[in-house]
Every structure is written in structure tokens, then in C-alpha cells.
């Protein structure tokens, strides 16, 4: 089964940035897109962003501008770059596949945390 592999997360002050990476093998091989998520403490997971397999790319309206995704194919590696980080987006950070059955039904990474400080 595989297994989502999230990283980069940590604590920055505001105006920071953080760059995320979400390995997933497969990815490429079976033409995955990738969401990224986040869920911050007591409120529900919501979307931040993805990529499909022709590299179209879609963000939430409080991230645009501020953050940017990536994906480099020959490592099965998306990234999520996050610029002019505010408290808001403290939050534990997901991502997760989607496109044919393989991909839609790989579990949950384990997530990685950022935290964002006045």
C-alpha cells in the first residue's frame, strides 16, 4: 500500500515561508493529481490546492498569490512554497492523490505541521 510522505512543515513568524514536500511512489506512474489540505485546530479540514497531470493548478482564494504548487515528476514529489505566511495558516498540512481508483484510494499521509507566530 503506499504511503503519502509529507514534510518541510515547522514554526516561522509571520511573513515567513515554508516549502512543503508530499512523496507519494506511484504518483507519476499512474497519473495521479495531488489536493494539499490543511486542518487547524478544532476546524475542519479544508482545501488548499492541487495539481493535475498537465500541471493545471488551483488555490484557495486565502492562499493565492502567496502560495505556489509544484510537482517534480521523476521524484513522485509535489511542493507546496508558502510565502508571506500569516497565523492563519497554522495548521497541520495533508496532501493526497486523486484521479483513477489507485490514486483516490491511497490513505492519508501523516501530515506535517506548520505554526505560524506573531
Known sequence: QVILVESGGGSVQT?????????APGFTSNNCGMHWYRQAAGKQREW????DTVDTKN?????KGRFT?????????VYLQMNSLKPEDTAMYS???FGVDWCSHTPWGQGT??????
Open 113 to 118: 505541521q506548520v505554526t505560524v507566530s506573531t
Open 69 to 77: 504548487i509544484s510537482q517534480d515528476k521523476a521524484k513522485d514529489t
Open 48 to 51: 488548499v490546492s492541487s495539481i
Open 15 to 23: 511573513g515567513g515561508s515554508l516549502r512543503l514536500s508530499c512523496t
Open 95 to 97: 496532501c493526497k492523490m
Open 59 to 63: 488555490y484557495e482564494d486565502a492562499v
